[in-house]
C-alpha cells in the first residue's frame, strides 16, 4: 500500500505562483509514472502533468509553459511548479502513483489540496 499526500495549495492572486507537493510513503516516486490531475467544481477529473520513471514529462496544452512537474528521489516527492496562475487553474489538485505489479496497474491517490486563483 502506497500513501500519498499532497500540501502547498491555497489562494493566489492571478498571475502568481505555488508550488504543490506530493510525499510518497514509500520509495516509489523513481521506479514508477508520477502523475497530477485537477478537477474544478461541476467538471471532470483531468491528467495536468506526468512524469515518467525514466524522467520523461508530459503536460496539458492548457498549462504548458506555466507548469513544471519534477521529482526529489531522495525526498520520496513530486512537485508541481505552478506560474502565471489563472482564475481557471482553480480547482483541487489530486496526486496520483501508478504502479505495475505482476502486469497489474495499481492507482493510488492523494486526498487533494484545494488551489484558487482569484483577484
Known amino acids: 500500500q502506497v500513501q500519498l499526500v499532497e500540501s502547498g495549495g491555497g489562494l493566489v492572486q492571478p498571475g502568481g505562483s505555488l508550488r504543490l507537493s506530493c510525499v510518497a510513503s514509500?520509495?516509489?516516486?523513481?521506479?514508477?509514472?508520477m502523475d497530477w490531475y485537477r478537477q474544478a467544481p461541476g467538471k471532470e477529473r483531468e491528467l495536468v502533468a506526468r512524469?515518467?520513471?525514466?524522467?520523461?514529462?508530459r503536460y496539458a496544452d492548457s498549462v504548458k509553459g506555466r507548469f513544471t512537474i519534477s521529482r526529489d528521489n531522495a525526498k520520496n516527492t513530486v512537485y508541481l511548479q505552478m506560474n502565471s496562475l489563472k482564475p481557471e487553474d482553480t480547482a483541487v489538485y489530486y496526486c496520483?502513483?501508478?504502479?505495475?505489479?505482476?502486469?497489474?496497474?495499481?492507482?493510488?491517490w492523494g486526498q487533494g489540496t484545494q488551489v484558487t486563483v482569484s483577484s
Open positions: 512524469i515518467f520513471s525514466g524522467g520523461n514529462m
Open positions: 496520483r502513483l501508478s504502479r505495475v505489479v505482476a502486469g497489474s496497474v495499481y492507482d493510488y
Open positions: 514509500r520509495n516509489t516516486v523513481s521506479s514508477n509514472i
